[in-house]
């Protein structure tokens, strides 16, 4: 099969030859995950990591937030971006109730809960502010998890819950942390495009994806050559 590259609005295409018949046709081809140590905040880092993959059509994310302290800001701050230059992909915020008022966030449009078993017998449900269709509050409740490790199995429920023929492509998380939505991504047969601004962070990411699936990660150098590394040892 001979190809040359071509692009169109939102995917990065291959204009392909079929060897058997002469027919051709455009396809998207298969990209690897992709994780960027940057700042969800700044657009210089949004558009380097979406230059770098085809346009994702879902948007999950659980940002960090402490009580009175500036991360709430970062969050709306990258709601706001993020929905600026995605406006047709599916955005999923987790944690959105802190942060709404200072988002602008609509209040008619769909809230997901999540109820955790968690060691606590009072535990308050998570929620995550959606653009899914509907004015719905969807409630599941989790497996016995302990305290604190929520967004392990929301991931992957959450990207459950969404249809897989209109967003089965590109998911990404600017605020990828440890690799919860990573690891929920390729759960589900999606590729990951995340940005975490905290190295630390990117490494255990890089680890619990090498422990879970098998596969080293490759670092990517600014001349583009690429080092596996074995994030394990």
């Known amino acids: 099969m001979e190809s040359d590259k071509s692009q169109v609005t939102g995917k990065k295409t291959v204009c392909c030859t079929c060897e058997h018949c002469g027919h051709s046709f455009e396809a998207v081809p298969k990209q690897g995950h992709r994780l960027m140590c940057g700042d969800a905040t700044n657009p210089d880092h949004v558009d380097q990591l979406l230059a770098a993959t085809n346009e994702p059509d879902l948007i999950h994310t659980a940002p960090p ?29 987790w944690r959105a109730n802190h942060y709404a008022a200072a ?25 995550a502010w959606t653009t899914h269709d509907g004015r719905i509050r969807t409630t599941s409740t989790g497996k ?29 998380d600017p605020f990828a942390r440890t690799g919860w939505t990573l690891l929920a991504a390729h759960a589900t047969g999606r590729t990951f495009a995340g940005l975490e601004r905290d190295p ?13 699936t098998g596969i080293r990660p490759e670092r990517l150098h600014p001349d583009g050559g690429r080092e596996p590394v074995d994030f394990t040892t």
Not at 104 to 122: E, F, I, Q, S, Y
Not at 155 to 170: I, P
Not at 205 to 211: I, N, S, Y
Request: charged letters at 25%; proline letters at 6%.
């Open 144 to 172: 016995d998890t302990p305290a604190g490790t929520w967004p392990e199995p929301i991931a992957e429920w959450a990207l459950d819950t969404v249809d897989r023929d209109r967003f089965r492509s590109v998911v990404l």
């Open 200 to 212: 630390a962070h990117v490494d255990t990411a890089c680890r619990r994806f090498q422990q879970a």
């Open 65 to 93: 937030i402490t009580p009175d302290g500036d991360d709430v800001y970062a969050a709306a701050d990258a709601y706001r971006l993020l929905t600026a230059l995605l406006p047709e992909a599916l955005h999923i915020w």
């Open 103 to 127: 988002a602008g966030l609509d209040d008619m449009r769909c809230w997901l809960a999540w109820t955790p078993k968690t060691r606590g017998d009072n535990d308050e449900a998570v929620l």
